[in-house]
């Protein structure tokens, strides 16, 4: 169904040609007699004498206004599920921020109407970026808030990219409001610290957890012990689900969503391959299987006894394992070899800092990493220094 309704729209016309027509009878009335000869005004003469009425003109003057009340919508339409509910959390804060000095302003309004936007401001933004720092959010946090904010007065700014409710001037400044980062992003740390301000709310890790290869190798071998025999099918198979599972984050550096999709018919042991969607990107990617989790994928689906459905799944076979099931896990298994808090982001980390240090190109770490651009790649390369000293150059003799 189009944004603009042809409904509306012709209703739209069909009102403006009424408006017309009245004015188009009031202007003949006003044609006068003089000594028997009719003198018909000159505005009159133009629009008898036009080829072509105003239908265009007027059905064009609808569909600009009707279209810059659609913006909003045609984001929606393109934003994925996790997007919009980043989006959603971002405008709650920045919605109590707005409610802290007595501005009602709700994140569903924020989120969905153009016109909760008017009058927003750079000041308004600012105060904001401070309103969360004596809150205690993390530099990352506040970065991604002010950057949600960004988008929609980018929605709300000017047309024809936006809703016309926010003027050139106001969106340009509200965008020179940016979050903190790098090493002034650490002085706001310590300042916080030393007036006893927290850096950080919720159990989120300032940083990943490091690994080392040893511990990685020992990852895909891993498993729980419980006191108590296995005895039922699902406990049997632990130890051939998490080789698999810990290798597909080892070896291949799947995100967490992307494991939980997987099906049965992903992997294809006859090629030695494994198809991967992923949400986050929206592509599809086949990858030969590494050593590891090939051998552990022909066992775990040696044993498993189905051929299609969810590769990974609980109790209830027809369901697939939820991400927090397979996050959960994930952590057991760190446990088991001393990690605390380890997570598969944690393992993703892990497998590009030990690609790059195994001098892979930037372009295939970011291609099997199922990055859309070089940007995460390159950072991860700077952390670790994996660009500095790789030049050939010609030496003396």
Same mark, same amino acid.
């Given at each position: ?36 000869? #009719?003198?018909?005004?000159?505005? !009159? ?27 909003? !919508? ?26 802290? !000095? ?13 016109? !909760? ?58 965008? *020179? ?95 030695? *391959? ?42 209830? #076979? ?80």
């Amino acid at each position: 169904m189009p944004f603009v309704s042809e409904l509306t729209l012709k209703n739209g016309i069909e009102a403006l040609n009424m408006d017309n027509k009245r004015d188009q009878q009031e202007e003949m009335r006003d044609v006068t007699s003089v000594s028997s000869e #009719i003198i018909i005004s000159r505005s !009159a003469i133009d629009v008898l004498s036009h080829p072509y009425d105003d239908r265009l003109e007027l059905a064009g003057m609808i569909a600009d206004h009707l279209a810059l009340s659609d913006t909003f !919508a045609e984001a929606h339409a393109i934003w994925t599920m996790n997007t919009q509910r980043r989006y959603r959390n971002d405008l709650e804060l920045f919605s109590d921020y707005l409610r802290s !000095a007595d501005i009602n302003r709700s994140a569903e309004a924020l989120f969905n109407d153009a016109e !909760a936007w008017r009058g927003m401001s750079f000041g308004l933004l600012k105060g904001f970026k401070i309103w969360l720092e004596q809150c205690g959010y993390a530099t990352g946090t506040i970065r991604g808030s002010i950057s949600t904010v960004h988008v929609f007065c980018r929605l709300a700014g000017p047309n024809p990219t936006g809703a016309g409710v926010l003027d050139e001037a106001s969106l340009a400044s509200i965008l *020179t409001v940016k979050g903190t980062s790098g090493r002034k992003a650490r002085n706001l740390d310590e300042a916080r610290k030393h007036r006893h301000i927290p850096t950080r709310k919720g159990h989120k890790k300032a940083i990943p957890t490091q690994l080392t290869s040893i511990q990685a190798v020992t990852l895909k071998k891993v498993t729980t012990h419980p006191e108590q025999p296995r005895t039922r099918e699902h406990d049997m198979l632990l130890t051939y689900r998490d080789a698999l599972l810990m290798g597909l984050f080892v070896e291949h550096a799947l995100r967490c969503s992307e494991v939980a999709l997987l099906t049965i018919d992903s992997i294809d042991l006859h090629r030695d *391959t494994i198809r991967i969607y992923r949400p986050k990107t929206d592509r599809t990617d086949i990858q030969k299987l590494h050593t590891h989790t090939r051998v552990a994928a022909e066992a775990y689906l040696s044993k498993i006894g189905r051929e299609r459905g969810p590769l990974f799944t609980g109790y209830n #076979i027809e369901k697939p394992l939820s991400t927090r099931a397979i996050n959960k896990r994930v952590g057991v298994l760190g446990g088991e070899i001393g990690i605390e808090r380890l997570s598969p982001h944690d393992l993703r980390h892990h497998w590009a800092f030990d690609a790059l240090f195994n001098q892979t190109p930037l372009n295939v770490v970011q291609a099997d990493g199922g990055w859309e651009t070089e940007y995460m790649p390159l950072r991860y390369a700077h952390q670790i220094g994996a660009t500095g000293g790789g030049a050939k150059i010609t030496e003396e003799d």
